[in-house]
C-alpha cells in the first residue's frame, strides 16, 4: 500500500514521468548556486536564471550565462549520481511508461553528469527540456506541457519528480501530478502540498506500480493480497474469505430460514460506482425485508487502468459494505478491452425468516401506497456528478451543485425498510431505479397483480431535481430513482408507519392505494383522470445519448 500518498482517496494513472535532475538523480548539494550568485553579485533570494535574464545590458547578460554555464559544467563534472536512480529509470523502462528530463540546467552539464553514471545516458530518456529549449523554466509549467503534447499524455497523467518547490510548483501549474524528493530542509511539504513526498528515490517505485497502466487479465495477485490485506472480514458466518487463490466463499445460514440472492451491474461512468454497486444491489435484498449479508463483485476495467484507480474502487466498495454491515467477500477482477470503462457486476446474498419475507404478491385491495423521499434522488446525483460543467454554464451555482451531488448519500432504501417490516403490517415494497417512478409503479403492479391508483398531485420532487430537469428538458417521473421506496401497508398501520419513517428524518409520503386485482396504473390529477406516463428508456439515458 502507498503510504505517503498525501492526498489519499485519489485514483491516479501514471503514463509518463517527468524528472528534475540536479539534486534529484544526482545527490542533494551537487552544485552550491550561492557560489555563483556571489560570483554574479546576484540577491541570495533570487534565482540566478531570473536574475540574468533581468540584465538589460546584452553582453553583461552573455557574460554572466557564459559564467554559469562554466559553473555548472565543473559542478557536474564532480556530482555523484543518486543511490536508486538508475534502478528507478530502469524499472519504470520496464513498465514501457516514457521518461523526461526537465531541468533549469544547461544539456553540456546534464551530459557531463550523466558521465559519472554508471549505466545511464541522454538516449535513456523519451525527451531532454534544458534552460537551452526555447520555454520558460520551471516554475512555469511551460516545459510539462510541452512534454505532454509531444509524448501524447495527457498532463494528469505526468508524474514530476523533484527536491525543491519549483518542480512541485511547475507540477502543479500543468496539473500533473507531482512528488516531492523531500531532502530540503528549506522546503516545507504542507505548504507545497505535493501528491507524494519521499524521502528516497526508491520510494518512487511502489508510487509508479501503482499508478502504471496493468496489462490485460487477472488483477495480479501480488496487487489483490495488497488490497484485500486493507479489509476487514470479522463476520462469524462468514467461514471462507476473499483472498488469492480463494475462487467462491462460504457462509454459514443454519439460524435462517431463506436466503435472498440478488445481481445488478453498474456499468454508467461514476466517481462513485463502488457506492452505486452496493446500494443498488442492496436495495432489492431489503424490499422483501431481508437483510443483506454478503456481496460479491466482478469488477471489470478498460485496458490502461493502473492499480491506483482499481484500488480506489474496491476501498469505496469495502467501505460502503462495512457501513451497512454487509459484508464484501470475494469476486473476480480483470482488465480487459472488452469494456471501455469500469463496469462492476454486484451479487448479493441476504436472509430473512420465512414468517418476515415480504413478497409482493401479498398486497390487497385498499393498501395504502407510502413513496419515500422524492423522485429521481440519484438522477440528481448523477446528472450533477458527471455533468457538472453543462449545469454551471446553465447558471447553476457551486452550492447548487454540490447540492445534489450529496444526494448520492440519499441512494439507500435499506433503513426506510426496516423500519417498515418493524412496523409491520407491510404487504409489498419495491424501489425505484431505471425507468424512475413511473416505471416502478407499472413494476409493482404487475408483481404484486393489482391495479394501482396514484394521486400525481402528491408525488414529492425536490426543487433541485425540478431545477435540473426543466434545465435539461427532461421529465424527473422517468429519471432513475434508487434512494425511493414504494411501500404498500395495510390501512390500519399507515400512520404509525408515516411517523415512524418520519420520525427518523426520512421524508415520506402517501400517493395512492392498492385497487382490484388485475394490472394498470389509474392516475389522477387532482380530481382529474390523467395519463401515467410511460418512458421506453431511462431519461438519464436519453440525456447522456
Known amino acids: 500500500m502507498i503510504s505517503n500518498l498525501t492526498n489519499e482517496g485519489r485514483p491516479y494513472r501514471i503514463s509518463a514521468v517527468l524528472f528534475d535532475f540536479d539534486g534529484t538523480l544526482t545527490q542533494p548539494g551537487a552544485l552550491d548556486f550561492n557560489i555563483i550568485k556571489n560570483d554574479l553579485d546576484c540577491p541570495l533570494d533570487t534565482p540566478v536564471l531570473e536574475y540574468i535574464e533581468s540584465i538589460a545590458d546584452t553582453q553583461v547578460k552573455s557574460e554572466y550565462f557564459n559564467k554559469l554555464n562554466r559553473f555548472e559544467r565543473q559542478g557536474a563534472a564532480n556530482s555523484l549520481p543518486n543511490p536508486g536512480a538508475e534502478n528507478l529509470v530502469r524499472m519504470i523502462q520496464s513498465k514501457r511508461i516514457p521518461q523526461v528530463l526537465i531541468t533549469r540546467n544547461s544539456l553540456a552539464s546534464i551530459a557531463a553528469a550523466l558521465q559519472n553514471f554508471e549505466d545511464l545516458n541522454l538516449d535513456d530518456f523519451n525527451l531532454v527540456i534544458t534552460r537551452d529549449d526555447p520555454v520558460a523554466p520551471k516554475p512555469d509549467p511551460d516545459g510539462i506541457l510541452l512534454a505532454a503534447r509531444k509524448l501524447k499524455v495527457q498532463p494528469h497523467e505526468m508524474l514530476m519528480v523533484g527536491d525543491y518547490i519549483f518542480d512541485i510548483q511547475a507540477g502543479q501549474n500543468a496539473g500533473a501530478l507531482t512528488a516531492l524528493l523531500d531532502v530540503d530542509p528549506r522546503i516545507a511539504p504542507d505548504d507545497l502540498a505535493p501528491d507524494f513526498v519521499v524521502s528516497r528515490l526508491d520510494e518512487i517505485i511502489p508510487i509508479i506500480q501503482m499508478g502504471a497502466p496493468l496489462p490485460q487479465g487477472k488483477l495480479p495477485n501480488d496487487l489483490l493480497a495488497d488490497f484485500l490485506n486493507g479489509f476487514s472480514f470479522e463476520d462469524p458466518d462468514l467461514l471462507i474469505k476473499a483472498g488469492v487463490g480463494e475462487d467462491i466463499a462460504a457462509a454459514d445460514i443454519q439460524n435462517k430460514e431463506v436466503l435472498i440472492l440478488k445481481s445488478d451491474p453498474i456499468t454508467f461512468a461514476t466517481d462513485a460506482i463502488g457506492h452505486y454497486a452496493v446500494l443498488v444491489n442492496a436495495n432489492d435484498i431489503a424490499t422483501c425485508g431481508a437483510d443483506p449479508r454478503w456481496l460479491l463483485t466482478t469488477l471489470l476495467f478498460p485496458s490502461g487502468t493502473s492499480g491506483s484507480e482499481i484500488q480506489y474502487i474496491m476501498r469505496g466498495l469495502h467501505q460502503v459494505a462495512e457501513q451497512y454491515g454487509i459484508t464484501l467477500c470475494g469476486g473476480h477482477t480483470e482488465i480487459t478491452d472488452a469494456v471501455t470503462r469500469p463496469v462492476v457486476v454486484g451479487s448479493l446474498v441476504g436472509t430473512v425468516s420465512r414468517e418476515s419475507l415480504v413478497d409482493k404478491k401479498s398486497m390487497q385491495t385498499g393498501d395504502k401506497i407510502l413513496f419515500t423521499k422524492a423522485v429521481a434522488v440519484e438522477g440528481t446525483a448523477i446528472i450533477a456528478r458527471e455533468m457538472a460543467d453543462k449545469l454551471f454554464s446553465m ?4 452550492s447548487e451543485v454540490e447540492t445534489c451531488r450529496r444526494f448520492l448519500d440519499r441512494i439507500s432504501i435499506l433503513e426506510e ?99 382490484e386485482p388485475g394490472e394498470g396504473i389509474e392516475a389522477l390529477q387532482g380530481l382529474q383522470s390523467a395519463q401515467w406516463p410511460e418512458f421506453a428508456v431511462d431519461e438519464l439515458a436519453r440525456l447522456f445519448a
Do not use: W
Not at 425498510?417 to 431505471?434: F, K, L, P, W, Y
Not at 407499472?442 to 394501482?452: F, T
Open 417 to 515: 425498510a426496516r423500519i417498515a417490516c418493524r412496523v409491520g403490517g407491510v404487504s409489498a415494497m419495491h424501489d425505484v431505479t431505471e425507468g424512475g417512478l413511473a416505471t416502478a409503479v407499472r413494476e409493482l403492479s404487475i408483481a404484486g397483480h393489482h391495479r394501482l391508483r396514484i394521486d400525481m398531485g402528491s408525488i414529492p420532487i425536490y426543487p433541485q431535481t425540478q431545477r435540473i430537469s426543466d434545465k435539461l428538458d427532461i421529465a424527473p417521473l422517468g429519471l432513475i430513482g434508487s434512494g425511493s421506496l414504494l411501500i404498500c401497508c395495510h390501512p390500519n398501520v399507515t400512520d404509525d408507519m408515516l411517523a415512524a419513517i418520519q420520525e427518523a428524518g426520512i421524508d415520506v409520503t402517501c400517493i395512492g392505494e392498492v385497487l
Open 395 to 398: 447558471g447553476f451555482s457551486h
